[in-house]
């Protein structure tokens, strides 16, 4: 599969789709019921292209996607109606998909009257009271606007958005990440506490392998449109095998500071996805490179039983 698409919101609401170069290929994965299973990699690597393809806020130019075993991949916008009632995404930056002249409240309550989530407008304004204090904004608070909360309560807001819907899968694409890292924790044992209370699944994409560390259970990492390497978070935390995998976990910051930055100690440029490179994809700037490296693609390898790696090392 490959696609080209990016999502612009204006004011809250998702005004185009604009076309730019990130392509995915051949990235392939399933995930369980109650799960979290999370996609990492460097910015541009597709990870959001992906997790906006799952629940078709992007339409794929090819491939499959099976939803509870029903292929969805066709499926019209009419179609697709009962089914967004059922994944929802939580977005990097709340404060652009939020709309800046919606009070709180009304931010909840417009999507459960359309999704038909509460009977009346009475009980939407009850519910979405409910569910503010569940994720910590205090009642008296609903009337305001997004621009009156903190970085940290726009996130919670988001979350509560997307439950307002009684959704059981979540897309949550960097849902800390824009956040200071005394109030990610925060936001990660909420998500966690209501994914047990709700029965909910998560997919949740991030650049940090250190934030997915405690809540995966399953992983894929992606470079360049191309997962190099999945499997459970045992495989992924006990033994990555990928030297891009470990080259991630060399780039943790072990001090906890400001700097979160991912790929610090990764040498070289990410190359841009019009001129991707032959072989594998990572050979520019893998310390392990072979001959083999810059003239053919990896294969995808199963190392260990569900431990995938996309590396001629282990060929
Ligand atoms: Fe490095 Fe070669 Fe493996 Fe690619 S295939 S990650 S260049 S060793
Ligand atoms: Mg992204």
């Known amino acids: 599969t490959d696609f080209l698409s990016k999502l612009v919101f204006e004011r809250g609401r998702l005004v185009k789709r604009e076309r730019v170069v990130k392509a995915v290929n051949k990235v392939s994965f399933s995930m369980d019921k109650g799960e979290v299973f999370s996609i990492v990699g460097e910015s541009g690597c597709g990870k959001s292209t992906v997790a906006r393809t799952v629940i078709k806020l992007i339409e794929p130019k090819g491939g499959r996607i099976v939803y509870d075993g029903r292929d969805i991949t066709g499926l019209s916008r009419e179609e697709m109606l009962p089914l967004r009632k059922k994944m929802q995404m939580i977005f990097q930056d709340p404060y652009a998909s939020l709309n800046p002249r919606q009070r709180v409240v009304d931010i909840l309550t417009e999507p459960m009257i359309f999704h038909r989530a509460a009977s ?3 009980e939407a304004r009850e519910k979405a009271m409910g569910l503010l204090s569940r994720v910590g904004i205090r009642p008296e608070q609903a009337s305001r606007y997004p621009h009156q909360f903190s970085g940290g309560q726009r996130q919670r807001i988001g979350i509560a958005r997307a439950l307002a819907v ?61 997962i190099a390497e999945k499997g459970s978070k045992d495989h992924i935390f006990g033994n990555p095998l990928h030297p891009y995998t470990l080259a991630l976990f060399s780039a943790i910051p072990r001090i906890s500071g400001t700097s979160m930055r991912q790929g610090k100690n990764l040498e070289g440029e990410i190359p841009g996805a019009i001129d991707l490179p032959s072989g594998c994809f990572f050979h520019g700037r893998c310390p392990k490179a072979m001959d083999i490296c810059s003239k053919t693609a990896p294969d995808e390898i199963e190392v260990e039983p569900g431990h995938m790696v996309s590396c001629h090392l282990y060929g």
């Open 120 to 122: 009346s407008v009475e």
């Open 166 to 226: 009684e959704p059981e899968f979540i897309v949550a694409d960097e849902p800390v990440s824009a956040l200071d890292v005394s109030i990610q924790a925060q936001i990660l044992n909420l998500m966690m506490d209501l994914k047990e209370e709700l029965s909910l699944s998560y997919m949740f994409i991030a650049h940090d392998l250190s934030v997915v560390k405690h809540i995966s259970d399953n992983l894929a990492v992606m470079y360049l449109g191309k």
